[in-house]
């Protein structure tokens, strides 16, 4: 008997993969890099299906029907490199490694160039969900070699979460595109949670509810527009009573948060591409200083001080917090649409965004009901220039923007901060605006640098001779 799927290293994440193929009636070959694991795995869950434990790497690649399909699911970076490495030379022409870990894009772009050259598969797929999507069904995003995806797509399909039956899982495109696409996905559950967390913060600031009120308003928003799993989940968070002193356990948490890196690459990447990601850089960025320990000691130790008047917020602050919150969450999706969109288009890999948006529908963190909408903007539209100007979502910004001018003038006035909502805010009123003071910065370059500038009224290039007054400016 020979398994139609093997995944080496299992920890928690490869452990549920394995589990989700073998219950859904395929046969899985096992492997990890101590053999303990491996035994564990086929002792406590052996009865849910078909496993093929293999203490070594041969075995394990002799277990596997050909083409093979082998999954990586080991930490990002060189120990991914390292069972590459071990893998590769055992392997033979058309079979498939595929790295199911949070990758770096650009080293799955190499890693994927290097395997081709040996005639070697490399699908490098993003997998969303944590542990209980990679068990009862994840998001997945793959890419690599279109080819592949005909001999793998279909056990993928089986194991992805489903929505109305269809899969949650799609061919993104080549090499990299789908490690691109997860930590967008990434940066994207960074915005969200940074915009939840300042809506909480506002709620509890300025209107004074305590963290158990807080989660039944999150409760109720959870039936709404702003229905999904992170919202959800962030009810039963303020919920939790801790059992030692019994305060909120959002009380007895460090106000530090941490980060394993795929936002911050997002924003290193959009930086690259030039591409305004400012939701989710103001997200990576509330993290850091939210750790900036020695900093915050300093401002506490100085007594940087707030306003000196708080002023009450004019109007209902749970709805217009609502609204804040719908707003700048679909700016923050419209900034990582178009970061996809601009990738895409830089390295070629024509990925549909809709199809992002309706494979995010379920599995992943960020799953949420307004992704349908998202999808019919890009089936309506695939080339899009911004989600704003598709008429559900510049009708629901439009619909919230006095409340949400008003929330970020009461954090403001109140010196709460609120980056998500006010950079949210600050970019629809960029993106609206019809004239940017852009022309200043055109005209100060030109001025200490005679880096030029483009006129209104003609084309070229013009260039003005600063220091002799009076001269006329010169084409450059
Ligand atoms: C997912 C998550 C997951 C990610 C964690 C940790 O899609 O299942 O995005 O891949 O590793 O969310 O992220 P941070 O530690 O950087 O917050």
Known sequence: QKAQIGVTGLAVMGRNLARNFARHGHTVALHNRSYGRTKELVEEFGHEGTFLPAETAEQFVASLERPRRVVIMVKAGPATDAVIDEFAPLLEEGDMLIDAGNAHYADTRRREAALKAKG????????????????????IMPGGPKESYEALGPLLEDIAAKVDGEPCCVHVGPDGAGHFVKMVHNGIEYADMQLIAEAYDLLRRVGGHSPAEIAEIFKGWNEGRLGSYLIEITAEVLKQVDAATGKAFVDVVADAAEQKGTGRWTVQAALDLGVPVSGIAESV??????????????????????PSAGAEH??????????????????????????????????????????????????????????????QAYDKKPDLATLLVDQYFLDAVSGAQDAWRRVVVTAAQQGIPAPGFASALAYYDGLRAERLPAALIQGQRDFFGAHTYQRVDKPGSFHTLWAAEGRPEVDA
């Open 314 to 375: 004019s109007g209902d602050l749970v709805a217009d917090v609502e609204q804040a919150l719908f707003a700048s969450k679909i700016v923050a999706y419209a900034q990582g649409f178009q970061q996809i969109q601009a990738a895409s288009k830089e390295y070629g890999w024509d990925i549909d965004p809709g199809a992002m948006a309706k494979i995010w529908r379920a599995g992943c963190i960020i799953r949420a009901k307004f992704l349908d909408f998202i999808k």
């Open 120 to 139: 070697l598969h490399f699908v490098g797929a993003g997998v969303s969900g944590g542990e209980e999507g990679a068990l009862h069904g994840p998001s």
């Open 285 to 306: 960025f509330a993290r850091a200083l939210s750790g900036g320990k020695d900093e915050r000691a300093a401002a506490a130790e100085a007594g940087l001080p707030g």
